[in-house]
Protein backbone atom coordinates (compact mmCIF):
# COMPACT_ATOMS: atom_id res chain seq x y z
CA UNK A 1 0.00 0.00 0.00
CA UNK A 2 0.59 3.52 -0.50
CA UNK A 3 1.09 6.32 1.60
CA UNK A 4 -1.61 8.21 3.14
CA UNK A 5 -2.10 10.86 1.12
CA UNK A 6 -2.89 13.79 4.24
CA UNK A 7 -0.32 12.26 6.58
CA UNK A 8 2.00 10.31 5.34
CA UNK A 9 5.30 10.60 7.78
CA UNK A 10 4.66 7.48 10.50
CA UNK A 11 5.89 9.57 13.49
CA UNK A 12 3.30 12.48 12.56
CA UNK A 13 0.12 11.58 14.72
CA UNK A 14 -2.86 13.62 13.51
CA UNK A 15 -4.56 12.06 16.70
CA UNK A 16 -5.74 14.56 19.74
CA UNK A 17 -4.26 13.45 22.81
CA UNK A 18 -5.94 10.60 25.38
CA UNK A 19 -6.97 11.62 28.77
CA UNK A 20 -3.56 10.66 30.46
CA UNK A 21 -1.45 13.19 27.78
CA UNK A 22 -3.58 15.95 28.23
CA UNK A 23 -0.87 17.78 30.44
CA UNK A 24 0.95 21.21 29.66
CA UNK A 25 4.33 21.48 30.86
CA UNK A 26 3.56 18.22 33.05
CA UNK A 27 0.42 18.95 34.66
CA UNK A 28 -3.16 18.17 33.97
CA UNK A 29 -4.40 21.47 34.93
CA UNK A 30 -3.09 23.82 32.28
CA UNK A 31 -4.42 21.43 29.83
CA UNK A 32 -7.99 21.29 31.57
CA UNK A 33 -8.14 25.13 31.58
CA UNK A 34 -7.46 25.29 28.18
CA UNK A 35 -10.14 23.08 27.07
CA UNK A 36 -11.91 25.45 29.29
CA UNK A 37 -11.52 27.97 28.10
CA UNK A 38 -11.69 26.87 24.19
CA UNK A 39 -15.34 25.73 25.04
CA UNK A 40 -16.03 28.99 25.91
CA UNK A 41 -14.43 30.38 22.53
CA UNK A 42 -16.84 28.03 20.76
CA UNK A 43 -19.99 29.15 22.80
CA UNK A 44 -19.32 32.99 21.84
CA UNK A 45 -19.10 31.34 18.06
CA UNK A 46 -22.63 30.00 18.17
CA UNK A 47 -24.26 32.52 20.17
CA UNK A 48 -26.81 34.03 17.76
CA UNK A 49 -24.64 33.09 14.96
CA UNK A 50 -27.92 34.82 12.83
CA UNK A 51 -28.25 37.67 14.36
CA UNK A 52 -24.95 39.14 15.63
CA UNK A 53 -23.80 41.16 13.71
CA UNK A 54 -26.99 42.07 10.99
CA UNK A 55 -26.61 39.74 8.14
CA UNK A 56 -24.47 41.48 5.41
CA UNK A 57 -25.27 41.49 1.81
CA UNK A 58 -22.11 39.98 0.35
CA UNK A 59 -22.95 36.79 2.57
CA UNK A 60 -26.43 36.69 1.28
CA UNK A 61 -24.97 37.39 -2.44
CA UNK A 62 -23.87 33.97 -1.72
CA UNK A 63 -26.71 32.40 -0.79
CA UNK A 64 -28.70 33.76 -3.36
CA UNK A 65 -26.45 32.43 -6.07
CA UNK A 66 -26.90 29.26 -3.74
CA UNK A 67 -29.86 28.90 -3.86
CA UNK A 68 -30.09 29.62 -7.79
CA UNK A 69 -28.30 26.55 -8.17
CA UNK A 70 -29.97 24.27 -6.22
CA UNK A 71 -33.00 25.44 -7.85
CA UNK A 72 -32.19 25.94 -10.97
CA UNK A 73 -28.30 25.09 -11.96
CA UNK A 74 -27.06 28.50 -12.68
CA UNK A 75 -24.57 30.76 -10.85
CA UNK A 76 -21.98 33.18 -11.49
CA UNK A 77 -18.50 32.69 -11.48
CA UNK A 78 -17.59 36.23 -9.89
CA UNK A 79 -18.47 38.18 -6.96
CA UNK A 80 -19.65 41.68 -6.82
CA UNK A 81 -15.84 42.12 -5.31
CA UNK A 82 -14.25 40.94 -8.76
CA UNK A 83 -12.96 37.59 -7.22
CA UNK A 84 -13.46 34.16 -8.45
CA UNK A 85 -16.69 32.80 -6.61
CA UNK A 86 -15.04 30.77 -3.20
CA UNK A 87 -15.42 27.23 -3.75
CA UNK A 88 -15.57 26.42 -0.12
CA UNK A 89 -18.22 29.27 0.77
CA UNK A 90 -20.47 28.59 -2.43
CA UNK A 91 -20.11 24.93 -2.16
CA UNK A 92 -20.90 24.38 1.47
CA UNK A 93 -24.07 26.69 0.95
CA UNK A 94 -25.15 25.25 -2.16
CA UNK A 95 -25.68 21.75 0.48
CA UNK A 96 -26.68 23.77 3.16
CA UNK A 97 -29.54 24.80 1.14
CA UNK A 98 -31.07 20.86 -0.30
CA UNK A 99 -31.79 20.72 3.62
CA UNK A 100 -32.83 24.07 5.03
CA UNK A 101 -34.38 27.39 4.57
CA UNK A 102 -32.48 30.32 3.86
CA UNK A 103 -31.61 31.85 7.21
CA UNK A 104 -28.46 34.22 8.61
CA UNK A 105 -27.17 31.16 10.71
CA UNK A 106 -26.94 28.95 7.30
CA UNK A 107 -24.90 32.02 5.57
CA UNK A 108 -22.52 31.62 8.37
CA UNK A 109 -22.32 27.66 9.04
CA UNK A 110 -19.71 27.47 6.60
CA UNK A 111 -17.34 29.90 8.35
CA UNK A 112 -18.08 28.17 11.82
CA UNK A 113 -17.29 25.28 10.54
CA UNK A 114 -13.80 26.46 9.76
CA UNK A 115 -13.43 28.43 12.30
CA UNK A 116 -13.71 24.89 14.41
CA UNK A 117 -11.61 23.01 11.66
CA UNK A 118 -8.41 25.43 11.87
CA UNK A 119 -8.66 25.49 16.49
CA UNK A 120 -8.21 21.28 15.58
CA UNK A 121 -5.42 22.00 12.56
CA UNK A 122 -3.76 24.53 14.76
CA UNK A 123 -3.41 21.22 17.51
CA UNK A 124 -1.62 19.44 14.96
CA UNK A 125 0.61 21.67 13.35
CA UNK A 126 1.66 22.76 17.13
CA UNK A 127 2.33 19.37 18.30
CA UNK A 128 4.92 18.19 14.80
CA UNK A 129 6.23 21.66 15.09
CA UNK A 130 6.85 21.75 19.23
CA UNK A 131 5.78 19.58 20.61
CA UNK A 132 2.10 18.85 23.09
CA UNK A 133 2.74 22.87 25.17
CA UNK A 134 3.52 23.97 21.74
CA UNK A 135 -0.06 22.14 20.23
CA UNK A 136 -2.27 23.52 23.10
CA UNK A 137 -1.01 27.01 23.23
CA UNK A 138 -1.53 27.13 19.22
CA UNK A 139 -5.15 25.50 19.54
CA UNK A 140 -5.93 27.94 22.51
CA UNK A 141 -4.59 31.17 20.55
CA UNK A 142 -6.85 30.30 17.77
CA UNK A 143 -9.54 29.56 19.84
CA UNK A 144 -9.55 32.92 21.76
CA UNK A 145 -8.19 35.56 19.61
CA UNK A 146 -11.08 38.44 18.93
CA UNK A 147 -10.77 38.01 15.05
CA UNK A 148 -10.75 34.83 14.68
CA UNK A 149 -14.43 34.82 16.85
CA UNK A 150 -15.77 37.27 14.56
CA UNK A 151 -14.65 35.92 11.35
CA UNK A 152 -16.82 32.52 12.32
CA UNK A 153 -19.43 34.88 12.74
CA UNK A 154 -19.00 35.86 8.80
CA UNK A 155 -19.79 34.30 5.66
CA UNK A 156 -17.02 35.24 3.72
CA UNK A 157 -14.48 33.71 1.65
CA UNK A 158 -11.53 35.92 3.79
CA UNK A 159 -13.18 33.30 7.02
CA UNK A 160 -11.54 30.03 5.34
CA UNK A 161 -8.58 31.31 5.16
CA UNK A 162 -7.15 30.19 8.66
CA UNK A 163 -8.86 26.14 7.90
CA UNK A 164 -6.90 25.96 4.30
CA UNK A 165 -3.13 27.80 5.63
CA UNK A 166 -3.25 25.46 8.68
CA UNK A 167 -4.39 22.43 6.54
CA UNK A 168 -1.59 23.18 3.92
CA UNK A 169 0.91 23.06 6.71
CA UNK A 170 0.02 20.03 8.55
CA UNK A 171 0.01 18.32 4.58
CA UNK A 172 3.71 19.56 4.28
CA UNK A 173 4.51 18.89 7.27
CA UNK A 174 2.93 15.25 6.90
CA UNK A 175 5.06 15.01 4.00
CA UNK A 176 2.65 15.81 1.57
CA UNK A 177 4.12 18.57 -0.85
CA UNK A 178 2.20 17.75 -3.95
CA UNK A 179 -1.05 18.01 -1.21
CA UNK A 180 0.00 21.27 -0.21
CA UNK A 181 0.38 22.78 -2.72
CA UNK A 182 -3.23 21.84 -4.16
CA UNK A 183 -4.80 23.19 -0.98
CA UNK A 184 -2.60 26.47 -1.25
CA UNK A 185 -3.87 26.70 -4.66
CA UNK A 186 -7.53 25.73 -3.20
CA UNK A 187 -6.85 28.88 -1.03
CA UNK A 188 -6.22 31.36 -3.68
CA UNK A 189 -9.42 30.06 -5.11
CA UNK A 190 -11.43 31.50 -1.82
CA UNK A 191 -9.32 34.39 -1.47
CA UNK A 192 -6.51 36.27 -3.20
CA UNK A 193 -4.85 37.66 -0.05
CA UNK A 194 -4.08 33.49 0.90
CA UNK A 195 -1.12 34.74 -1.54
CA UNK A 196 0.40 35.77 1.76
CA UNK A 197 0.67 32.41 3.09
CA UNK A 198 3.46 31.87 0.16
CA UNK A 199 6.36 32.99 2.18
CA UNK A 200 5.40 30.96 5.65
CA UNK A 201 5.14 27.68 3.82
CA UNK A 202 8.40 28.15 2.18
CA UNK A 203 10.10 29.03 5.23
CA UNK A 204 8.17 26.12 6.90
CA UNK A 205 9.50 23.83 4.12
CA UNK A 206 12.92 24.95 3.84
CA UNK A 207 13.22 24.09 7.89
CA UNK A 208 11.81 21.04 6.99
CA UNK A 209 14.52 20.00 4.54
CA UNK A 210 17.20 21.53 7.05
CA UNK A 211 16.19 18.42 9.20
CA UNK A 212 15.57 16.01 7.45
CA UNK A 213 16.84 16.20 3.76
CA UNK A 214 20.41 16.32 4.35
CA UNK A 215 22.61 16.99 1.11
CA UNK A 216 19.49 17.10 -0.66
CA UNK A 217 17.80 20.30 1.22
CA UNK A 218 18.55 22.88 -1.95
CA UNK A 219 16.62 20.67 -4.50
CA UNK A 220 13.77 19.69 -1.82
CA UNK A 221 13.62 23.82 -1.28
CA UNK A 222 13.47 24.53 -4.69
CA UNK A 223 11.17 22.38 -5.56
CA UNK A 224 8.56 23.30 -3.12
CA UNK A 225 9.37 26.63 -4.55
CA UNK A 226 8.69 26.02 -7.81
CA UNK A 227 5.25 24.60 -7.07
CA UNK A 228 4.11 27.52 -5.04
CA UNK A 229 5.15 29.78 -7.66
CA UNK A 230 3.47 27.58 -10.47
CA UNK A 231 0.11 27.74 -8.64
CA UNK A 232 0.02 31.59 -8.07
CA UNK A 233 1.00 31.89 -12.24
CA UNK A 234 -1.68 29.63 -12.75
CA UNK A 235 -3.99 31.59 -10.52
CA UNK A 236 -3.17 34.94 -12.32
CA UNK A 237 -3.71 33.65 -15.81
CA UNK A 238 -7.32 32.28 -14.82
CA UNK A 239 -8.43 35.01 -12.40
CA UNK A 240 -10.79 37.42 -14.25
CA UNK A 241 -9.96 40.62 -14.89
CA UNK A 242 -7.06 40.55 -12.38
CA UNK A 243 -5.03 43.66 -12.04
CA UNK A 244 -1.74 44.42 -10.73
CA UNK A 245 -1.98 44.13 -6.64
CA UNK A 246 -0.03 47.11 -6.00
CA UNK A 247 1.71 50.40 -7.55
CA UNK A 248 5.27 50.02 -7.41
CA UNK A 249 5.86 53.67 -6.73
CA UNK A 250 3.58 53.41 -3.64
CA UNK A 251 5.82 50.41 -2.47
CA UNK A 252 8.93 52.48 -2.56
CA UNK A 253 7.45 55.34 -0.68
CA UNK A 254 6.73 52.98 1.90
CA UNK A 255 10.01 51.23 2.38
CA UNK A 256 11.07 54.72 2.98
CA UNK A 257 8.16 56.07 5.34
CA UNK A 258 8.78 55.31 9.06
CA UNK A 259 5.46 56.39 9.63
CA UNK A 260 4.03 53.59 7.63
CA UNK A 261 5.98 51.24 10.19
CA UNK A 262 4.75 52.27 12.72
CA UNK A 263 1.43 52.47 11.88
CA UNK A 264 1.70 49.23 10.90
CA UNK A 265 2.99 48.05 13.74
CA UNK A 266 -0.08 49.54 15.80
CA UNK A 267 -2.96 48.65 13.17
CA UNK A 268 -1.16 45.03 13.94
CA UNK A 269 -1.62 45.37 17.78
CA UNK A 270 -5.42 45.95 17.16
CA UNK A 271 -5.96 43.23 14.46
CA UNK A 272 -4.96 40.95 17.46
CA UNK A 273 -6.96 42.73 20.28
CA UNK A 274 -9.95 42.66 18.40
CA UNK A 275 -9.87 46.42 18.35
CA UNK A 276 -9.90 46.29 14.46
CA UNK A 277 -13.44 43.85 14.50
CA UNK A 278 -14.94 46.36 16.86
CA UNK A 279 -14.32 49.10 15.01
CA UNK A 280 -15.90 47.79 11.87
CA UNK A 281 -18.67 45.68 13.01
CA UNK A 282 -19.79 47.07 15.94
CA UNK A 283 -18.62 51.20 15.72
CA UNK A 284 -16.68 51.97 18.05
CA UNK A 285 -14.48 49.80 20.49
CA UNK A 286 -13.00 49.43 23.16
CA UNK A 287 -11.64 53.40 24.02
CA UNK A 288 -8.73 54.90 25.69
CA UNK A 289 -7.41 51.08 26.23
CA UNK A 290 -7.38 50.10 22.97
CA UNK A 291 -4.17 51.62 21.67
CA UNK A 292 -1.69 50.88 24.68
CA UNK A 293 -3.17 47.42 24.65
CA UNK A 294 -2.05 47.32 20.85
CA UNK A 295 1.65 48.42 21.73
CA UNK A 296 1.90 46.07 24.46
CA UNK A 297 0.97 43.01 22.05
CA UNK A 298 3.11 44.45 19.77
CA UNK A 299 6.29 45.50 22.25
CA UNK A 300 5.63 41.66 23.60
CA UNK A 301 5.64 39.82 20.47
CA UNK A 302 8.59 41.97 19.43
CA UNK A 303 10.68 40.90 22.81
CA UNK A 304 9.55 36.92 22.00
CA UNK A 305 10.87 36.89 18.39
CA UNK A 306 14.07 38.20 19.87
CA UNK A 307 14.52 35.85 22.45
CA UNK A 308 12.94 33.35 20.42
CA UNK A 309 15.73 33.85 17.00
CA UNK A 310 18.94 31.43 16.57
CA UNK A 311 21.38 32.60 14.28
CA UNK A 312 23.03 29.62 14.90
CA UNK A 313 20.79 27.18 13.80
CA UNK A 314 17.82 26.96 11.19
CA UNK A 315 15.62 23.98 11.76
CA UNK A 316 11.28 24.05 12.12
CA UNK A 317 10.85 25.91 14.90
CA UNK A 318 13.24 29.03 14.11
CA UNK A 319 11.30 28.29 10.27
CA UNK A 320 7.91 29.19 11.90
CA UNK A 321 9.42 32.30 13.34
CA UNK A 322 11.49 33.55 10.13
CA UNK A 323 8.34 32.44 7.89
CA UNK A 324 5.91 34.72 9.56
CA UNK A 325 8.19 37.67 9.41
CA UNK A 326 8.26 36.70 5.83
CA UNK A 327 4.34 37.08 5.35
CA UNK A 328 4.12 39.98 7.11
CA UNK A 329 6.83 42.01 5.20
CA UNK A 330 5.47 40.68 2.24
CA UNK A 331 2.21 42.26 3.32
CA UNK A 332 3.22 45.33 4.32
CA UNK A 333 5.23 46.02 0.89
CA UNK A 334 2.76 44.72 -1.07
CA UNK A 335 -0.46 45.57 0.72
CA UNK A 336 0.60 48.29 3.35
CA UNK A 337 -1.34 49.80 6.48
CA UNK A 338 -4.44 50.34 5.14
CA UNK A 339 -5.01 46.62 4.51
CA UNK A 340 -5.28 45.96 7.91
CA UNK A 341 -7.74 48.79 8.78
CA UNK A 342 -10.90 48.85 10.08
CA UNK A 343 -13.35 47.76 7.04
CA UNK A 344 -10.71 45.99 5.07
CA UNK A 345 -8.94 43.54 7.84
CA UNK A 346 -10.74 40.75 6.06
CA UNK A 347 -7.49 41.74 3.59
CA UNK A 348 -4.78 40.75 6.88
CA UNK A 349 -6.94 37.90 8.01
CA UNK A 350 -4.61 35.55 5.82
CA UNK A 351 -1.93 36.80 8.91
CA UNK A 352 -3.69 35.74 11.56
CA UNK A 353 -2.82 31.47 11.56
CA UNK A 354 0.95 32.14 10.59
CA UNK A 355 0.45 34.86 13.87
CA UNK A 356 -1.02 32.07 16.38
CA UNK A 357 1.97 28.97 15.51
CA UNK A 358 4.36 31.75 15.90
CA UNK A 359 3.49 32.64 19.21
CA UNK A 360 2.91 28.92 19.85
CA UNK A 361 6.66 28.34 19.29
CA UNK A 362 7.88 31.63 20.74
CA UNK A 363 5.95 31.24 24.51
CA UNK A 364 5.95 27.07 24.41
CA UNK A 365 9.60 26.98 26.59
CA UNK A 366 7.65 28.87 29.17
CA UNK A 367 4.71 26.32 29.35
CA UNK A 368 5.89 24.55 32.80
CA UNK A 369 6.71 27.72 34.77
CA UNK A 370 3.52 28.56 37.21
CA UNK A 371 3.60 32.10 36.48
CA UNK A 372 3.17 31.76 32.77
CA UNK A 373 0.52 29.17 33.21
CA UNK A 374 -1.39 31.94 35.35
CA UNK A 375 -0.77 34.70 32.58
CA UNK A 376 -1.77 32.83 29.88
CA UNK A 377 -5.12 32.08 31.52
CA UNK A 378 -5.74 35.80 32.45
CA UNK A 379 -4.73 36.87 29.13
CA UNK A 380 -7.31 34.33 27.03
CA UNK A 381 -10.23 34.80 29.42
CA UNK A 382 -9.63 38.76 29.26
CA UNK A 383 -9.93 38.13 25.59
CA UNK A 384 -13.32 36.26 25.66
CA UNK A 385 -14.45 38.81 28.27
CA UNK A 386 -13.43 41.31 25.75
CA UNK A 387 -15.04 39.95 22.80
CA UNK A 388 -18.32 39.74 25.10
CA UNK A 389 -18.24 43.27 26.18
CA UNK A 390 -16.92 45.04 23.33
CA UNK A 391 -19.34 42.62 20.31
CA UNK A 392 -21.63 40.62 21.90
CA UNK A 393 -23.15 42.92 24.19
CA UNK A 394 -23.22 46.21 21.72
CA UNK A 395 -24.86 44.47 19.05
CA UNK A 396 -27.31 42.46 21.04
CA UNK A 397 -28.74 45.86 22.31
CA UNK A 398 -28.72 47.57 19.24
CA UNK A 399 -26.15 49.69 17.79
CA UNK A 400 -26.83 52.96 15.59
CA UNK A 401 -22.78 53.64 15.40
CA UNK A 402 -22.21 50.34 13.25
CA UNK A 403 -21.96 49.98 9.44
CA UNK A 404 -25.66 49.95 8.29
CA UNK A 405 -25.05 46.86 7.08
CA UNK A 406 -24.44 45.06 10.41
CA UNK A 407 -26.85 47.06 12.43
CA UNK A 408 -28.91 44.61 14.73
CA UNK A 409 -31.07 44.51 17.99
CA UNK A 410 -32.91 42.04 20.05
CA UNK A 411 -34.12 40.59 16.36
CA UNK A 412 -32.12 40.87 12.99
CA UNK A 413 -33.51 43.51 11.61
CA UNK A 414 -33.69 42.74 7.82
CA UNK A 415 -35.00 39.04 9.01
CA UNK A 416 -38.18 40.55 10.24
CA UNK A 417 -38.66 43.03 7.19
CA UNK A 418 -38.99 40.03 5.37
CA UNK A 419 -41.72 38.23 7.87
CA UNK A 420 -43.10 41.41 7.80
CA UNK A 421 -43.55 42.09 3.74
CA UNK A 422 -44.85 38.15 3.57
CA UNK A 423 -47.11 39.53 5.94
CA UNK A 424 -48.20 42.42 3.64
CA UNK A 425 -48.00 40.34 0.70
CA UNK A 426 -50.69 37.52 1.56
CA UNK A 427 -53.89 39.08 -0.58
CA UNK A 428 -51.73 39.33 -3.75
CA UNK A 429 -48.48 40.22 -4.89
CA UNK A 430 -46.55 43.63 -3.97
CA UNK A 431 -43.64 45.36 -5.34
CA UNK A 432 -41.16 46.35 -3.04
CA UNK A 433 -38.24 49.47 -3.45
CA UNK A 434 -35.13 48.37 -1.07
CA UNK A 435 -33.38 51.81 -0.54
CA UNK A 436 -30.20 50.01 -0.97
CA UNK A 437 -27.60 47.47 -1.70
CA UNK A 438 -27.83 46.61 2.10
CA UNK A 439 -31.27 45.52 2.63
CA UNK A 440 -31.83 44.55 -0.93
CA UNK A 441 -29.60 41.63 -1.00
CA UNK A 442 -30.28 40.04 2.31
CA UNK A 443 -34.29 40.55 2.16
CA UNK A 444 -34.01 38.92 -1.14
CA UNK A 445 -32.40 35.60 -0.30
CA UNK A 446 -34.69 35.59 2.91
CA UNK A 447 -37.88 35.99 1.16
CA UNK A 448 -37.74 33.94 -1.82
CA UNK A 449 -41.18 34.59 -2.60
CA UNK A 450 -42.86 35.04 -5.99
CA UNK A 451 -45.27 36.74 -4.72
CA UNK A 452 -43.03 39.87 -3.24
CA UNK A 453 -41.14 41.63 -6.35
CA UNK A 454 -38.24 43.50 -5.04
CA UNK A 455 -36.58 46.42 -7.28
CA UNK A 456 -33.56 48.05 -6.69
CA UNK A 457 -31.58 50.41 -9.00
CA UNK A 458 -28.10 51.17 -7.84
CA UNK A 459 -28.01 53.92 -10.20
CA UNK A 460 -31.36 55.29 -8.59
CA UNK A 461 -30.58 54.70 -4.85
CA UNK A 462 -33.11 57.63 -3.49
CA UNK A 463 -35.28 57.27 -6.40
CA UNK A 464 -38.37 59.66 -6.13
CA UNK A 465 -41.23 58.42 -4.09
CA UNK A 466 -43.58 60.28 -6.65
CA UNK A 467 -42.11 57.83 -9.27
CA UNK A 468 -43.44 54.80 -7.45
CA UNK A 469 -47.20 55.12 -5.69
CA UNK A 470 -47.88 51.67 -6.01
CA UNK A 471 -44.89 49.89 -4.46
CA UNK A 472 -43.75 49.94 -0.80
CA UNK A 473 -40.42 51.20 0.24
CA UNK A 474 -38.00 49.06 2.30
CA UNK A 475 -35.64 51.92 3.78
CA UNK A 476 -33.45 52.52 6.92
CA UNK A 477 -34.87 55.23 9.55
CA UNK A 478 -34.48 58.36 9.35
CA UNK A 479 -32.44 58.58 5.85
CA UNK A 480 -32.64 60.71 3.16
CA UNK A 481 -34.77 58.27 1.13
CA UNK A 482 -37.07 57.92 3.83
CA UNK A 483 -37.70 61.77 4.05
CA UNK A 484 -38.19 61.90 0.31
CA UNK A 485 -41.45 58.94 0.94
CA UNK A 486 -42.57 61.20 3.84
CA UNK A 487 -42.42 64.47 1.79
CA UNK A 488 -44.08 62.99 -1.00
CA UNK A 489 -47.08 61.94 1.28
CA UNK A 490 -47.55 58.89 -0.89
CA UNK A 491 -47.29 56.42 1.72
CA UNK A 492 -47.98 55.52 5.02
CA UNK A 493 -46.06 53.84 7.75
CA UNK A 494 -47.27 50.28 8.68
CA UNK A 495 -43.46 48.58 10.31
CA UNK A 496 -40.50 49.31 12.12
CA UNK A 497 -38.38 47.38 13.01
CA UNK A 498 -37.21 46.56 16.94
CA UNK A 499 -34.21 48.52 17.97
CA UNK A 500 -33.72 50.50 21.26
CA UNK A 501 -31.65 52.84 19.59
CA UNK A 502 -34.14 54.10 16.82
CA UNK A 503 -32.10 52.90 13.94
CA UNK A 504 -35.01 50.72 12.36
CA UNK A 505 -35.81 49.23 9.18
CA UNK A 506 -39.11 50.49 8.45
CA UNK A 507 -41.71 50.03 5.56
CA UNK A 508 -44.31 52.50 3.95
CA UNK A 509 -47.05 51.45 2.80
CA UNK A 510 -48.79 53.32 -0.69
CA UNK A 511 -52.02 55.28 0.81
Not at 326 to 355: C, D, K, M, N
Not at 491 to 504: F, K, M, N, T, Y
Request: proline letters at 6%; hydrophobic letters at 50%.
Amino acid sequence: MGRPFIFPRGDFRPAFPRAHEMTIGNSKVPALCAVGLILVALALRIYALGRLPGVNADEAWYGIAALEFVNGGRFGMVTPNGNLIGPLQFGELVLLHLFFEPSGAVLRVPSLLSSVGAIALAYLAGRRIGGASAAWLAMLIMAVLPINIAYARLGWDPSHSGLLILLATCLLLGGSRIGSAVVFAGALMVHPTNLFAAPFLLLLRAGQAFEEEGDHKIRAIRIYAIMLLAVVAFYYAIRAGSDAMTDPSQVARRLVDLGQYAEFARLFGDLLTGETVYLYLVGKGMGSIAAPLAWLTVGLLALLLLRGINFRRFDLKQAVLLGWVASLGAFFILAGPIAIRPHFERYGFVLIAPTALAMAVMVAPYAARRWFQWLAAATASAALAGFLLFFVLPLSKGTDEAHRSFRTGPVEPKAAAATALRSLATKGPIEVLPEDYWLHLPVDYLLQDQGIRLRWRPDEPALDASGAPHAYWLVWSDSETERRVRAAGLHRLVWASEDPRGRQVRIWQPK
